[in-house]
């Protein structure tokens, strides 16, 4: 079994892809993959820089991924630009992890599981959703200022879209042993299903 989980950017995502992989899936975090493994790749830097000049690099010559993510989402034809250059990468990421353990439960975090057409990938979508002052807080406590955070928010399909598109949704407003519950209910479903 192979669980997308999406939603709004600072609604809980991560959380819920480490309660599924407390409880034996086998967890892909994809913007950790971007960051970890398809940035720091030498084809992805030289074509970085050949796009956005040296400026975009840090003093150890890796992308300097604030200064690149502040330009790319302020102008959505270099962030498109962006996405293709590495979610190819990451798909082929994702085909050898999977290849690699056959028969394992995945639990998958894709950010723009809807906006990039990717339902195909995962028997059942899960999306993870709060409230949005309460979604622009736990962005703000991570250090991006308002502005930052409303940009980034609205270069994503609207939540309520994500809702509606998603096999489940879990609603994280509620206590850390609130979400554990509706993760452990979640499970018991997707297991009965498939």
């Known amino acids: ?3 997308g989980i999406t939603g709004g950017i600072g609604c809980g995502k ?3 892809g480490r309660l599924f ?15 970890e493994r398809v940035l720091p790749c030498a084809g992805v830097v030289a074509a970085v820089c050949s796009r956005y000049g040296p400026g975009v690099l840090a003093e150890d010559g890796t992308i300097d991924r604030a200064k690149l ?3 790319v989402f302020s102008h959505d034809e270099e962030r498109r630009w962006l996405e293709d250059l590495t979610h190819p990468l990451v798909f082929a990421i994702w085909r050898e992890e999977f290849a690699a353990r056959p028969g394992q439960h995945w639990a998958v975090e894709v950010p723009l599981l809807f906006e990039k057409a990717l339902e195909n990938w995962f028997d059942f979508t899960v999306c993870v959703a709060c409230a949005p002052d309460r979604q622009l807080a736990r962005l703000e406590q991570r250090g991006l200022p308002h502005g930052l955070a ?8 609207p939540l309520v879209q994500k809702i509606e598109r998603s096999d489940y949704v879990l609603w994280n407003e509620g206590s850390p042993d ?6 452990d209910r979640l499970i018991e479903v997707l297991t009965c299903q498939s």
């Open 14 to 16: 991560s959380t819920v």
């Open 178 to 183: 609130f979400l554990q519950a509706e993760v």
């Open 21 to 35: 992989e407390q409880r034996g899936f086998s967890r892909i975090d994809s913007d950790a993959l971007v960051r």
């Open 1 to 3: 079994m192979i669980v």
């Open 150 to 157: 409303g940009q980034r928010i609205s270069k994503q399909l």
């Open 69 to 71: 993510g502040e330009y």
